[in-house]
Each structure stands twice: as C-alpha cells, then as structure tokens.
C-alpha cells in the first residue's frame, strides 16, 4: 500500500528549540497538506501546496512557522522558536487532487491519504 | 468561524446498536463531504463520501444522509462493532479549491461489547 511518511513520530523538545517535521507524500500525488490536531482545536489546516508552489498558509502562524517544499518528495514543516502551545500532533496528508468533478465521491475521487502524524511535545 | 459543526463530542453504543454522527454546514459553496475514521496513533483515513446530488450513499454498515436544504449530514454505523471504536471527523469542501478539507472537531465512538 502506498503511503505517507512522517518523521519523526515523536519530538520532545525545550521550548525555544527549532524543530522540523518531514513529510514524503505518495508518489504522484501533486497536493500536500499539513495538518495540526489538538484536542482543543481538532484538525486545523496550516497550510497545503500544489505542485510543490505553497497555495494556502493562512492558518500558519507565520512568525514562527514556515512550511517548505523542496522537492517533489519531500515537504517540511519547521517552527523556530517553539512554544509549549505548539505542543500537538502535526499531520501531513496528500492527494492527487484534480479540479473537475470527476463523479462519484470515494476512492480515487480526490481522497487524501493521511501520514501517521509527528506527535510534538514542547516543554 | 467554525465552519463544519459536529456533535456529539462523544459517543457511547453497545454492540450491535446504531451510531449516529451529526455534521452540519454554513457555506453553501461546499460539495464535497468526506467522512474520516482515526483510530489511536493513526492518520485519519478515509471512511465514505457524498456529494450534494445525492440524498445518501451506502457502504455496508456505514451510511450518510444529506441534507441540502438543511445544510446537514449525517453518518450511520449500522450493527455497531467494538472495532469500530475511534474517531470520527466530518469534513467538507469546495471542488474549486482542490479539496482542501475543513473538519468537524471530531466525535469518540466507544462501542462496547
């Protein structure tokens, strides 16, 4: 099964501490979405890109956050300097997402593949 | 602006009972609602989708009902199981922006044995 990759699965880190989350999307997929999960919050969209160019970041905080995409099989999500508020899960997801509605809703039909999450945890 | 209102936060049914899942939207631009599972230390994945031509879409024991008119849908878990104890997050979408989804905040089903 083809899937997405997240490292590390855990981080523990001081807080003004750089931290960097990778992602390797499916490959093929063009759309990358990083997700942040708290329980407060639930699933909150930080920010996504379509073939690599950054298309939405405005649920980034973007003093501190920057989301990165160098390569076709790699995304990065960095935070520098971190907080104890950003402790969460971090979720990057992708898809081959195509603008046409393309008929039936389900697989295949713009579905994103979620990783298993970067659990961060901010002292 | 929370767009996608989901309730109940939390859900108790034994084995063999009917879950009921309420999501409901405020942006009528929206025509695309996937339904997400996620169990501990997982991704969300996803479970069932509709969109707005259709009234209800089944997948075995998991059904969802729209409701365009009322800006609703639902999820049914039919003969609930014990292994269908997780997370569940609706989400909604504009085909226009590339599906990018916005979520419910999510509702724990435990079904119990």
């Known amino acids: 099964d083809a899937r997405v990759t997240q490292t590390p699965r855990h981080k523990v880190t001081e807080m003004g501490q750089e931290v960097t989350m990778r992602c390797q999307p499916i490959?093929?997929?063009?759309?990358v979405f990083w997700y942040r999960q708290t329980m407060m919050q639930g699933l909150e969209l930080l920010a996504y890109?379509?073939?690599?160019?950054?298309?939405?970041d405005s649920g980034m905080p973007k003093d501190r956050f920057s989301a990165e995409m160098p390569d076709a099989t790699l995304a990065t999500l960095k935070i520098q300097p971190s907080e104890p508020r950003d402790s969460a899960v971090y979720f990057c997801?992708?898809?081959?997402?195509?603008?046409?509605?393309?008929?039936?809703?389900?697989?295949?039909?713009?579905?994103?593949?979620f990783g298993a999450g970067s659990r961060l945890t901010v002292l | 602006q929370q767009q996608v209102k989901q309730s109940p936060q939390s859900l108790i049914v034994q084995k063999g009972g009917i879950s009921i899942i309420n999501c409901a939207y405020e942006?009528?631009?929206?025509?695309?609602f996937p339904w997400y599972q996620q169990f501990p230390g997982k991704g969300p994945a996803l479970l069932i989708a509709?969109?707005?031509?259709?009234s209800e879409k089944k997948e075995g024991r998991f059904t969802i009902s729209f409701n365009k008119s009322a800006k609703q849908f639902s999820l049914h878990i039919m003969d609930s199981q014990p292994g269908d104890s997780a997370t569940y997050f609706c989400?909604?979408?504009?085909?226009?922006?590339?599906?990018?989804?916005?979520f419910g905040g999510g509702t724990r089903l435990m079904v119990k044995p």
């Open positions: 509709i969109r707005p031509d259709v």
């Open positions: 490959l093929g997929h063009n759309t």
């Open positions: 989400a909604a979408s504009k085909n226009n922006a590339g599906n990018m989804l916005t």
């Open positions: 997801a992708s898809g081959l997402i195509t603008m046409r509605y393309s008929g039936g809703a389900g697989a295949g039909a713009n579905v994103l593949t």
């Open positions: 890109f379509r073939n690599r160019a950054p298309l939405d």
């Open positions: 942006n009528t631009a929206f025509d695309y």
